[in-house]
């Protein structure tokens, strides 16, 4: 399993201790220390819908000018962004076997817990 998002990210917090106190090992990639990969970057895009990644309750959106906000119309746009601005992407993602899972849920992810998705 890896989880993607920024170490001092809240919901990061979170959704690590949770991670760690249902047993669960994995890899943490920060955005600010390891970059933002643009084809995985991509991927999640395709996956998830650009106007779902794009944090736009951040502090990093409501700090960018409304005009590059506008432009950020569709999967092109966003990724552009999101390279330059990796604080903008919605947090956490995480890459398990079963699937994929965007922002931290306990809820959901104690019943992928119980699923076996989240492993």
């Given at each position: 399993?890896?989880?993607?998002?920024?170490?001092?990210?809240?919901?990061?917090?979170?959704?690590?201790?949770?991670?760690?106190?249902?047993?669960?090992?994995?890899?943490?990639?920060?955005?600010?220390?390891?970059?933002?990969?643009?084809?995985?970057?991509?991927?999640?895009?395709?996956?998830?819908?650009?106007?779902?990644?794009?944090?736009?309750?951040?502090?990093?959106?409501?700090?960018?000018?409304?005009?590059?906000?506008?432009?950020?119309?569709?999967?092109?746009?966003?990724?552009?962004?999101?390279?330059?601005q990796p604080s903008a992407i919605?947090?956490?993602?995480?890459?398990?076997?079963?699937?994929?899972?965007?922002?931290?849920?306990?809820?959901?992810?104690?019943?992928?817990?119980?699923?076996?998705?989240?492993?």
């Amino acid at each position: 399993m890896k989880v993607y998002g920024i170490k001092n990210c809240d919901t990061v917090k979170k959704a690590r201790k949770f991670l760690e106190e249902a047993g669960l090992d994995y890899d943490f990639h920060d955005y600010k220390k390891d970059g933002v990969d643009a084809g995985k970057l991509a991927g999640f895009i395709e996956e998830f819908g650009w106007e779902v990644i794009v944090n736009r309750k951040g502090t990093t959106w409501r700090k960018l000018d409304d005009e590059v906000k506008d432009a950020v119309r569709d999967n092109a746009s966003a990724l552009a962004l999101l390279q330059e601005q990796p604080s903008a992407i919605k947090r956490p993602i995480v890459e398990a076997k079963a699937k994929n899972f965007l922002g931290f849920d306990p809820v959901a992810w104690e019943a992928a817990l119980e699923m076996a998705e989240l492993k």
